[in-house]
């Protein structure tokens, strides 16, 4: 019976990079960034190890790349919601939110977190890749909505800066969760119920007339 020798990945020429960057995305996913080679990621993408270094000089900027694919135009996307809408500062909220709890842990994208977490210290140019690219930006647009519900008078006084990582924190926790423990057999999320019971208590603890303390 023949066999079919075409690569895995047979598209466009101008189409290649993001071939290249979803092989590299399975395999630091596998892996972990540190023991990936550039070898095997050619592989995996069907093209030579040259022809890779026609668009990645090295791994670290096919790692940036890998990340500006899955990540940054959500980041992009949820930036120019923010400048745009023109509807009540919660309904933003959670398009924000959710919009990025469906890239940071509903994709294999969610494994990212995880990398930067486990090789910050032996690279911390990408560690500060990731933070100015996307953790910055995604913190400074949730603050931009609470700043707007404040103005508002929608949402009660609260101190923007402080309450982002309160928003983000249970994204992060269930992105390590399911690139951790899931794969070790661990009780699965349940992503739905985490984020309906988080906005949830983020819409009564920001609500205009709600205590000081926050929902009891």
Do not use: C
């Amino acid at each position: 019976m023949a066999t079919d020798p075409s690569p895995r990945w047979r598209r466009r020429k101008e189409a290649r990079p993001q071939e290249i960057t979803a092989a590299a995305l399975e395999l630091f996913a596998e892996r972990g960034f540190a023991a990936s080679r550039l070898d095997d990621v050619a592989a995996r993408a069907g093209i030579s190890k040259g022809t890779l270094y026609l668009y990645f000089p090295n791994k670290e900027e096919l790692f940036k790349a890998v990340v500006r694919d899955a990540v940054v135009a959500t980041i992009d996307e949820a930036e120019r919601l923010a400048g745009s809408f023109s509807g009540g500062s919660f309904e933003l909220l959670e398009m924000v939110v959710r919009r990025l709890a469906g890239r940071i842990v509903g994709t294999r994208a969610g494994v990212i977190p995880k990398l930067i977490l486990a090789e910050a210290g032996n690279f911390p140019e990408l560690a500060r890749f990731y933070h100015d690219e996307v953790a910055r930006r995604g913190f400074a647009t949730v603050a931009a909505v609470l700043r707007r519900g404040i103005e508002r008078g929608e949402f009660r006084p609260v101190d923007a800066r402080a309450m982002v990582p309160v928003i983000i924190g249970p994204l992060l926790l269930a992105s390590l969760w399911k690139s951790t423990f899931e794969p070790v057999a661990a009780e699965p999320l349940d992503l739905a119920a985490l984020l309906d019971t988080h906005l949830d208590h983020l819409r009564r603890s920001l609500a205009a007339d709600a205590p000081k303390g926050g929902p009891p």
